[in-house]
């Protein structure tokens, strides 16, 4: 009997473990991202703690593993203040900028397409458009209304 | 030690279950009366399962403005759409002109998510008719909302709001 109540329980147990990886959108083996449940951030400060924009499992990997852990430091300053968060032509578009309390003065996109699984980040400074993961001085293929609002997005 | 081993399952579960925090975060209940279409981000405004004219909010306020004609017009040009979008706290769609007729009327429906105020523009060959009818021309709207009235639908000359 005891034996039949512990195979219930780890049965109870995968199944949320399941759950956990379904959520996210991870298939183990395929790392092809979902974004889409992100646009319930939609006109949302994307930094507030109960939204956990960085601590979502997956977009902190992903981020991490786009830009390495010293911008990713440097992109979580630059998101020390924020505007809510857009959708654009089929886009997530969170913008950040640094606070007072930072020695730089740079702000900060990270673009996230919700229907295409792909994953940008801007760094601006002085209207310096600096876009991963792209050589400097591209631009990504990206709706012109977000292209505009990097180009013309002054730190504040 | 068999006790033991439960807790330790029973810890196990708990965290494991604990792993959907964003399935069980909430956002904010809207307290305006059109904050809650924001859940239309990125969605058709008009598809086989959905249709946001539906929504007894937004066809009020449409209404208001529009008065009956109007708003059966602009029901009739969002036959075709694209996809709702949310730029700098505004709500922003925009129906499809038909290919097939290049003079086809564009019709745009704007608001800000913290007003019941609906703006509403209906693009021609003859100009921009916003409504209701600004002051100064044009209404006070992102930049990223002036840029895509003035660039999509048919060609009109710039500054050619109909004055009526």
Known sequence: MYFKVLSLILLLNLLALGQGLQSTGQVPGQPVHNWSRLKAWANEFPVWKRLKTFKDPELHGALRQLLGPNNYKRLTEDFGRVVRTEVIGGYLVLRGFTDKSSDRDESAFIIIGLNDGSLRVAFIKKNEVMWRPLPAGQEPGLPDCILYQARTWSTW | ?164
């Open chain 2, 1 to 164: 030690m068999h006790v033991k081993i439960a807790i330790v399952i029973v810890l196990l579960s708990a965290s494991a279950l604990g792993q959907r925090p964003h399935h069980r975060s909430r956002v904010a209940q809207p307290s305006y009366p059109l904050a809650h279409l924001k859940t239309w981000a990125n969605e058709y405004p008009v598809s086989a399962k959905r249709n946001i004219f539906k929504d007894a909010a937004l066809r009020r306020a449409l209404l208001r403005l529009l008065g009956e004609d109007d708003y059966q017009q602009l029901v009739n040009d969002f036959r075709h759409s694209t996809p709702v979008e949310i730029i700098d706290g505004y709500f922003v769609m925009h129906s499809v002109p038909d290919i097939s007729n290049p003079n086809d009327e564009i019709a745009f429906v704007v608001f800000w998510m913290y007003d019941d105020t609906v703006l509403v523009a209906f693009k021609s060959q003859y100009g921009v008719d916003w409504l209701p009818v600004p002051e100064y021309g044009e209404p006070t709207v992102p930049e990223c909302v002036s840029r895509m009235v003035q660039q999509l639908g048919p060609w009109s000359p710039p500054g050619s709001s109909d004055p009526d």
